[in-house]
């Protein structure tokens, strides 16, 4: 009689599959952390004016910074053509334009880093066969989504090198969003692999939660506005603006036609950034409540619950930005936690659906 050793136990390609599975998982929890870092040394760029530093689009050759003195030169003379040198940066001279070029060129190797890390697994998850039909076609998106983003950037940055001294406040604010819901899908991606299949939480909860994720992305919308605008240091009282909770009609409707107050008026830009932070505070606090109401103690309802308090901590550290009159710190600090509750808005989505 001939023995033979089976290594593997009843069971073990079932094993093997969750195992890929946490992997894929690991990955894009990697991913969506390196968006996170983008859209924050992002915000960095626009605090310190840094974003027009370089003028060029260049996808390969642009990874390598000026690494000569005559580089860094023309560099600094291709800058020094454009509108904001002579009315943002009269004075700068070399080294201060190698400190904004850190940034910008930093905010642009990050985004070769994403591809590359979006790119190579998923090729190798691909061919090893550990990604499903629809997970494949979601994850080809997702790097779609993340190339138009890089198209996107470009149209946002040539926006304010003639004409301008900053970029347009709304090419600023798309290309925000189009970051973010790159987070929202990783996010989504990402709490959905290895979890255990149950039942949906009930209807109105689940619409709810979708609900308050668009809320938050038309938030972060409204904020990139504030950014592009530099209207954060504007009106730095709070509650009251201008010693009234409600600015004058006329004020609010100074520019023609109408709509452009939405967006290029610095006073009803940042009246609706923060009309519409107390709107979100109040959803989370509600959809909190109908949680525990609904759901009764345990994950949802805390989960709920945290999500009602991150919202209220940034809500806080919004009118801390706004009295400091947006230091830098104060700023990326906004902008991180914009982000944290984003991500925690999408894993409560995600978790009250169940596993697709």
């Not at 952390?33 to 924050?40: A, I, K, N, T, Y």
């Not at 023609?256 to 107050?261: G, K, L, V």
């Not at 505070?281 to 949680?291: D, K, P, T």
């Amino acid at each position: 009689m001939t023995w033979v050793y089976d290594p593997l136990p009843i069971g073990a390609p079932a094993l093997a599959a969750r195992d890929e599975e946490r992997w894929v998982a690991v990955w894009l929890w990697i991913l969506a952390g390196l968006v996170f870092l983008m859209v924050v040394v992002g915000g960095a760029t626009r605090l310190t004016e840094s974003g027009l530093s370089i003028t060029q689009w260049k996808p390969l050759t642009g990874i390598i910074p000026p690494l000569t003195g005559a580089d860094w030169q023309a560099e600094f003379d291709n800058y020094r053509r454009i509108p904001q040198y002579s009315a943002v940066f009269p004075n700068m001279d070399l080294a201060g334009f190698k400190f904004i070029f850190f940034f910008e060129w930093s905010h642009r190797l990050l985004g070769r880093l994403i591809g590359l890390a979006t790119a190579l697994p998923l090729v190798f998850f691909w061919i090893r066969g550990a990604l499903s039909a629809a997970l494949k076609l979601k994850l080809l998106g997702v790097f779609a989504l993340g190339g138009l983003q890089g198209f996107v950037g470009w149209w946002m940055v040539k926006s304010g090198l003639a004409d301008r001294i900053e970029v347009a406040p709304e090419r600023l604010a798309i290309h925000l969003l189009l970051a973010s819901a790159l987070f929202v899908a990783l996010v989504w991606l990402a709490s959905a692999q290895g979890r255990a299949e149950k039942r949906p939480a009930p209807r109105g909860l689940r619409t709810t939660a979708i609900i308050f994720v668009i809320a938050v992305l038309i938030q972060i919308g409204l904020g990139a506005l504030v950014a592009g605008l530099r209207a954060g240091r504007a009106y730095n009282t709070w509650p009251l603006i201008e010693g009234r909770f409600i600015p004058p009609l006329d004020q609010l409707a100074l520019l023609s036609p109408p709509w452009r107050n939405f967006f290029n008026n610095l006073l009803t830009v940042q009246f609706q950034h923060r009309m519409a932070a107390y709107a979100v505070l109040a959803f989370a606090l509600a959809q909190a409540g109908a949680a525990w109401r609904m759901m009764g103690p345990g994950r949802d309802a805390l989960r709920a619950s945290a999500l009602a308090v991150l919202v209220a901590a940034q809500a806080s550290i919004g009118i801390v930005v706004l009295l400091l009159a947006v230091p830098l710190w104060a700023g990326l600090l906004h902008q991180a936690f914009a982000m944290l509750v984003l991500g925690l808005a999408v894993v409560n989505a995600q978790a009250l659906y169940g596993r697709p």
